[in-house]
């Protein structure tokens, strides 16, 4: 099983990490395109050794201006992508099919084989023109997953938030048993047992 790994240049850099971790976990191999900002903000935000890690987790990666690759046609046998994260430039090239590089010509070609494409769309407050991106590539089968933590599971560190991000980004995939957390509600207390007061 292969699946494409877009990485934009948006914030939320450690994302795409944790998907190639999840991804590998499920058994899939990566096909890894970055975003000319990507590398930076992976730098940046993550370390300098960021990208060679990146790079080492995925089977094949593509330079983002090859549009001759095998990923940029829907003959190759990929089961879908993520993009993460997805900045609204990438989103908006996506949404109005605008194939101007390898990320964004993959992510159309998910479209338009009715593949599974999810969008770890990351930008905060958005702009009408965000929202109808957003609104437009879900009328297309994409699925917009913003980077928002479960909150419901308390965790301590950023880490456990972004890898639980992931793991229900490559879930959403359907590709192999989930990863993520479940939320496992208390159970509801009895007629004779009182609520626990919060």
């Known amino acids: 099983m292969r699946v494409v790994l877009g990485v934009s240049g948006a914030s939320g850099a450690a994302l795409a990490l944790d998907c190639a971790r999840a991804l ?8 890894l395109v970055l975003s000319a900002m990507a590398a930076r903000t992976l730098a940046e935000e993550v370390g ?5 890690a990146l790079a080492a987790l995925a089977a094949r990666r593509h330079p983002l201006g090859d549009l001759g690759a095998a990923i940029a046609s829907g003959s190759c046998p990929v089961a879908g992508m993520i993009v993460a994260p997805c900045s ?8 109005h ?10 992510a159309g070609v998910q479209l338009k084989e009715r593949r599974p494409l999810v969008l770890l769309a990351r930008e905060a407050p958005l702009t009408l023109a ?9 009328e297309m089968g994409a699925t917009v997953l913003p980077p928002v933590p479960a909150f419901y599971l308390h965790h301590t560190t950023l880490a456990q938030a972004t890898a639980q991000i992931a793991a229900r980004a490559v879930d959403l995939l359907h590709l ?5 957390q479940a939320w496992m509600p208390e159970p509801a207390p ?3 047992q009182p609520e626990n007061p919060r």
């Open 97 to 106: 099919g605008f194939d101007d590089n390898l990320l964004t010509r993959a």
């Open 190 to 192: 009895t007629p004779d």
């Open 88 to 95: 609204m430039r990438s989103l908006a090239a996506i949404a």
């Open 48 to 52: 300098p050794d960021a990208e060679a």
């Open 130 to 138: 965000h929202l109808k991106n957003m609104q437009a590539v879900t």
């Open 176 to 180: 192999a048993p989930p990863q993520a």
């Open 24 to 31: 590998v976990r499920a058994g899939v191999d990566i096909d």
